[in-house]
C-alpha cells in the first residue's frame, strides 16, 4: 500500500494547455513537498508546503496543500514543453525520512 | 560545487556478482541517503545515514549494505547482485535531518541480467 498516491500517471497535453495533478493519502502530514524530475537526472525541488490550505505559486506553477493536510495538488497554468518530467509529492515520516508518491508522468506536446 | 555525484552512471551485471556504486558530496550535508526508483514506483528508500559512522534501513534494504566512513561519502553495496536489483539509483543528502532540501545526485542505471 503505497503512503502517497498520485493522480493521473500519465498525461499528454498540448501547448498552452492547463493541468492538474493531485497527491493524496489518507495520513496527515506536517509538510509535503513537489519535486521534478527530467529524464537522466535526480529530483529537483520545485516546494514545500506546510499549513493546512497553503498556495503557493511559482511563475506558471500554483501548489496547494489541502486544509486537512492529507493532499495537495499542482496546477499549471499554459504548460510549455520545458515542463515535460516526472512530478512527485513526498513527505517526512518516522525517523525523518522522506517518502515519495508514485509520480504523475508529463508529457507537453508543441 | 559539485553537489551529489554518483559513479558509474551505467552499469550491466550478471546474476551474482558484486558491485559498489558510488555517492560522493561535497555540501558537508549530515544526512545521505540512497534510493532505488522502478517504474510506476516512484522513489523507495533503501538504506539512510544521519552522519558519519550511523546508518540506518529504509523501506527496502534486502540485498544491499551501506558505510559512512565519512561525511562526505556513501558507498552502496550489492553484495550479490539479483535481476530484481534492475533499477535505477539515487543518492541524495541534505544538511541535517531536520532541514527538509535534499539534493539528488544525476542517478546509476544498474541492469541485473
Known amino acids: 500500500t503505497q503512503l502517497l498516491e498520485q493522480s493521473p500517471q500519465f498525461l499528454s497535453i498540448q501547448e498552452g494547455e492547463n493541468l492538474t495533478v493531485y497527491c493524496n493519502s489518507s495520513?496527515?502530514?506536517?509538510?509535503l513537498q513537489w519535486y521534478r524530475q527530467e529524464p537522466g537526472e535526480g529530483p529537483v525541488l520545485l516546494v514545500t508546503?506546510?499549513?493546512?490550505?497553503e498556495v503557493k505559486k511559482l511563475k506558471r506553477l500554483t501548489f496547494q496543500f489541502g486544509d486537512a493536510r492529507k493532499d495537495s495538488s499542482l496546477h499549471i497554468t499554459a504548460a510549455q514543453p520545458g515542463d515535460t518530467g516526472l512530478y512527485l509529492c513526498?513527505?517526512?515520516?518516522?525517523?525523518?525520512?522522506?517518502?515519495f508518491g508514485t509520480g504523475t508522468q508529463l508529457k507537453v506536446e508543441l | 560545487n559539485a553537489g551529489v555525484t554518483q559513479t558509474p552512471k551505467f552499469q550491466v551485471l550478471k546474476t551474482g556478482q558484486s558491485m559498489t556504486l558510488q555517492c560522493a558530496q561535497d555540501?558537508?550535508?549530515?544526512?545521505m541517503s540512497w534510493y532505488r526508483q522502478d517504474p510506476g514506483m516512484g522513489l523507495r528508500l533503501i538504506h539512510y545515514?544521519?552522519?558519519?559512522?550511523?546508518?540506518d534501513q529504509g523501506e527496502v534494504p534486502n540485498g544491499y549494505n551501506v558505510s559512512r566512513s565519512t561525511t562526505e561519502d556513501f558507498p552502496l553495496r550489492l553484495l550479490s547482485a539479483a535481476p530484481s536489483q534492475t533499477s535505477v539509483y539515487f543518492c541524495?543528502?541534505?544538511?541535517?535531518?531536520?532541514?527538509?532540501?535534499?539534493?539528488f545526485g544525476a542517478g546509476t542505471r544498474l541492469s541485473v541480467l
Open positions: 545515514s544521519v552522519g558519519a559512522g550511523i546508518t
Open positions: 541524495a543528502s541534505r544538511q541535517g535531518v531536520n532541514k527538509n532540501i535534499q539534493y
Open positions: 513526498a513527505v517526512t515520516g518516522g525517523g525523518n525520512k522522506l517518502t
Open positions: 508546503v506546510v499549513t493546512g490550505g
Open positions: 555540501m558537508n550535508h549530515e544526512y
Open positions: 495520513s496527515v502530514f506536517s509538510s
